[in-house]
């Protein structure tokens, strides 16, 4: 089971979203893509953002998703 959950990593990432605007995610797929991609650059060799000795790629970046270290930008940023 991942933890935290898809709903609850949905919500970290939606919460700077303004009332009457449309949320940046709006599946679990987006969670799945960005994460994904963080967890290449990761692996690529980039710096994390959180403590990682031991972890893998994947976990470093969802605890960076669910601690706000890393946002996902819309289409338009």
Known sequence: MLHP???????????????????????RYSIVMATSKRARQLIGGEDA????????????????????EIKILNEEE
């Open 49 to 68: 953002y959180v403590e990682s000795a031991g972890k893998k790629p994947l976990s470093v970046a969802i605890e960076e998703l669910d601690k706000s």
């Open 5 to 27: 959950s898809y709903s609850d990593l949905m919500k970290v990432v939606n919460s700077e979203v303004e009332e009457g605007e449309a949320p940046v995610v709006n599946s």
